[in-house]
């Protein structure tokens, strides 16, 4: 097969039929080595019943950002040239900086989609420590100038689009969207150099919204690595064992199941009730990690948000309830923001189930 014929948009199958993941160069590399090297290839399966990716549209989108909170907007060159990088101070042993980690993931996505162009990486930072270089330490905090001042963010995430890989679901178009999460506040860079902790994630992004759609088998929650190549392997890994087919089967599902006003409203009550039972009645219903703050977003955007509103009978369905609790997601911190994103869809799935009978969600709708 001529693997040079096969031009994006691909297919779903096409973008995630790899070959076994082997040794990742070191991330040093030339784009050119990586996709040399690379044994991650697409290749056509025949007599399939294929998801066909929808072409992409030319639609105007506004630009929203995936997390909001207290974040703001930076770029590689910052991160590269006006930060400086943590340390672990016991050794002097310096971490793997936001910068590095974005970059070991954009090589590891074009090593695995190496016929794909890649968006350039948002990313959005909060939590800014301020320092200053040893040559102000006496100076007032007003004196100080430009080039005296050190900072680096504590936390960090990023996400990366492959625009070429999409899916339309309920009419909001979905693009593939990989990313990451760092943060130094759930390190210990008060002792000696150990493994290090990163979130990582690849989905997909609501392309009407720019919410993220995140499944279990498409995130890790803690990736602890030593290296930047068990990095990039660990990050191959996921993607090569990422099930987007059936992450998009059970999102499409989602549009299937409806909520009355009335259940709506018994949802989000319960929901409330959630954090405040005794503990042991608690540990018997599934885990639900979404606040009050979240649930009045939620509440508010059921009659207000343009996109994924109730109708007119008040009646409102799982795809757009999903939606409403990526979106009052977006008010996370970065620390928490993808741990919350996943939590949303298996709640919507075990709400799926409670609506036909068989789930321990019914809790929340009875």
């Not at 803690?222 to 999102?251: C, D, F, G, P």
């Not at 405040?276 to 508010?300: M, Q």
């Given at each position: 097969?001529?693997?040079?014929?096969?031009?994006?948009?691909?297919?779903?199958?096409?973008?995630?039929?790899?070959?076994?993941?082997?040794?990742?160069?070191?991330?040093?590399?030339?784009?050119?080595?990586?996709?040399?090297?690379?044994?991650?290839?697409f290749q056509d399966h025949h007599g399939i019943d294929k998801t066909e990716i929808v072409p992409r549209?030319?639609?105007?989108?506004?630009?929203?950002?995936?997390?909001?909170?207290?974040?703001?907007?930076?770029?590689?060159?910052?991160?590269?040239?006006?930060?400086?990088?943590?340390?672990?101070?016991?050794?002097?042993?310096?971490?793997?900086?936001?910068?590095?980690?974005?970059?070991?993931?954009?090589?590891?996505?074009?090593?695995?989609?190496?016929?794909?162009?890649?968006?350039?990486?948002?990313?959005?930072?909060?939590?800014?420590?301020?320092?200053?270089?040893?040559?102000?330490?006496?100076?007032?905090?007003?004196?100080?100038?430009?080039?005296?001042?050190?900072?680096?963010?504590?936390?960090?995430?990023?996400?990366?689009?492959?625009?070429?890989?999409?899916?339309?679901?309920?009419?909001?178009?979905?693009?593939?969207?990989?990313?990451?999460?760092?943060?130094?506040?759930?390190?210990?860079?008060?002792?000696?150099?150990?493994?290090?902790?990163?979130?990582?994630?690849?989905?997909?992004?609501?392309?009407?919204?720019?919410?993220?759609?995140?499944?279990?088998?498409?995130?890790?929650?803690?990736?602890?690595?030593?290296?930047?190549?068990?990095?990039?392997?660990?990050?191959?890994?996921?993607?090569?064992?990422?099930?987007?087919?059936?992450?998009?089967?059970?999102?499409?599902?989602?549009?299937?199941?409806?909520?009355?006003?009335?259940?709506?409203?018994?949802?989000?009550?319960?929901?409330?009730?959630?954090?405040?039972?005794?503990?042991?009645?608690?540990?018997?219903?599934?885990?639900?990690?979404?606040?009050?703050?979240?649930?009045?977003?939620?509440?508010?955007?059921?009659?207000?948000?343009?996109?994924?509103?109730?109708?007119?009978?008040?009646?409102?369905?799982?795809?757009?309830?999903?939606?409403?609790?990526?979106?009052?997601?977006?008010?996370?911190?970065?620390?928490?923001?993808?741990?919350?994103?996943?939590?949303?869809?298996?709640?919507?799935?075990?709400?799926?189930?409670?609506?036909?009978?068989?789930?321990?969600?019914?809790?929340?709708?009875?």
């Amino acid at each position: 097969m001529d693997t040079l014929k096969i031009i994006k948009p691909a297919s779903v199958e096409k973008a995630f039929d790899f070959r076994p993941v082997g040794n990742a160069p070191h991330t040093n590399q030339s784009q050119n080595t990586m996709v040399e090297n690379s044994n991650q290839i697409f290749q056509d399966h025949h007599g399939i019943d294929k998801t066909e990716i929808v072409p992409r549209r030319n639609i105007e989108y506004k630009p929203k950002p995936f997390i909001e909170a207290n974040t703001e907007e930076v770029n590689l060159y910052h991160l590269k040239n006006d930060c400086i990088i943590p340390v672990f101070s016991k050794d002097n042993e310096k971490t793997i900086a936001h910068q590095e980690f974005i970059e070991i993931v954009q090589d590891s996505v074009s090593k695995a989609f190496p016929y794909q162009s890649l968006e350039a990486p948002e990313v959005r930072v909060s939590h800014q420590i301020k320092g200053r270089i040893p040559e102000a330490i006496h100076k007032n905090v007003k004196d100080l100038l430009g080039h005296e001042k050190t900072i680096y963010y504590e936390r960090m995430a990023f996400i990366i689009r492959v625009p070429g890989v999409s899916e339309v679901i309920n009419g909001n178009e979905l693009s593939l969207t990989i990313g990451g999460v760092r943060a130094y506040n759930q390190e210990n860079l008060y002792n000696r150099k150990s493994f290090e902790k990163f979130k990582f994630f690849i989905g997909f992004k609501n392309m009407v919204c720019c919410n993220l759609c995140v499944s279990s088998d498409g995130f890790i929650s803690e990736m602890r690595v030593s290296s930047y190549e068990e990095l990039q392997s660990k990050i191959l890994e996921v993607i090569q064992n990422y099930q987007a087919e059936n992450h998009l089967k059970i999102m499409k599902d989602f549009t299937n199941y409806s909520l009355t006003e009335y259940q709506f409203a018994q949802l989000i009550g319960k929901a409330r009730l959630y954090n405040h039972l005794p503990k042991k009645l608690k540990s018997e219903i599934p885990e639900l990690s979404f606040n009050d703050g979240h649930f009045n977003t939620i509440a508010k955007d059921y009659y207000q948000d343009e996109s994924f509103c109730k109708d007119d009978d008040g009646n409102i369905n799982l795809w757009n309830v999903y939606n409403l609790f990526t979106q009052a997601n977006k008010s996370s911190y970065i620390d928490t923001f993808l741990e919350r994103n996943l939590n949303a869809f298996e709640f919507n799935q075990g709400i799926c189930k409670a609506i036909s009978g068989n789930s321990h969600y019914h809790w929340f709708l009875s």
